[in-house]
Antibody, heavy 120, light 107 residues
Framework: QLQLQESGPGLMKASETLSLTCTVS??????????WGWIRQPPGKGLEWIGS???????YYNPSLTSRGTIFVDTSKNQFSLKVSSVTAADTAVYYC????????????WGQGTMVTVSS | DIQMTQSPSPLSASVGDRVTITCRPS??????LNWFQQKPGKAPKLLIY???NLQSGVPSRFSGSGSGTDFTLTISSLQPEDFATYYC?????????FGPGTTVDIK
């Protein structure tokens, strides 16, 4: 059964670059038709889609990140990653990685989430 | 961006009640609408995809309907484990957007 697991820094300082990794187990990140995405949720608030990509294609991002975000895939490690530059307190959130089976389908498998706190 | 609204919020209900949550996007999204359930401290769980398709493993008391700009999630008989927050999400165009959530709590 496919599982996703996020890993990240936990606590970081404003202006630094956030790096998160999602490790895929129980299946291949290179499987056709699957897309891989990141979603975040500030404490006590709703869900925000950050971006998604196919393992060998372009990534699509939420413009709300103002070009600070990058998603990339490492097929050799069966992982995909998110980098967000110049973080501020507004980037404090639980970050989830997730899979969607087709581009227009819902996110059907999620990681447990990792909390990232940005201090000023 | 497509804005998503949900109603009601919150929603107070009792075990056994029939519950309906409405989701309205700011423009037509055909049937590209998904529903998620989230419990405190947990990741969201996909319930319904493409407006009316029940995700594998989800109890049949959950159902979805609608198209265009008007969608509903119905729980036919509310169970104790259904008290949670429900989000709709459009996958018609990027940026994918979620509704603000509807918290179903105990009446």
């Amino acid at each position: 059964q496919l599982q996703l697991q996020e890993s990240g820094p936990g606590l970081m300082k404003a202006s630094e670059t956030l790096s998160l990794t999602c490790t895929v187990s129980g299946g291949s990140i290179s499987s056709s038709s699957y897309y891989w995405g990141w979603i975040r949720q500030p404490p006590g608030k709703g869900l925000e889609w950050i971006g998604s990509m196919y393992y060998r294609g372009s990534a699509y991002y939420n413009p709300s990140l103002t070009s600070r975000g990058t998603i990339f895939v490492d097929t050799s490690k069966n992982q995909f990653s998110l980098k967000v530059s110049s973080v501020t307190a507004a980037d404090t959130a639980v970050y989830y990685c997730a899979r969607h089976m087709n581009w227009n389908d819902g996110f059907d498998i999620w990681g447990q989430g990792t909390m990232v706190t940005v201090s000023s | 961006d497509i804005q998503m609204t949900q109603s009601p919020s919150p929603l107070s209900a009792s075990v056994g009640d029939r519950v309906t949550i409405t989701c309205r996007p700011s423009q037509s999204i055909s049937s590209y609408l998904n529903w998620f359930q989230q419990k405190p401290g947990k990741a969201p769980k996909l319930l319904i995809y493409a407006a009316s398709n029940l995700q594998s493993g989800v109890p049949s008391r959950f159902s979805g309907s609608g198209s265009g700009t008007d969608f509903t999630l119905t729980i036919s008989s509310l169970q104790p484990e259904d008290f949670a927050t429900y989000y709709c999400q459009q996958s018609y165009s990027t940026p994918f957007t979620f509704g603000p959530g509807t918290t179903v709590d105990i009446k």
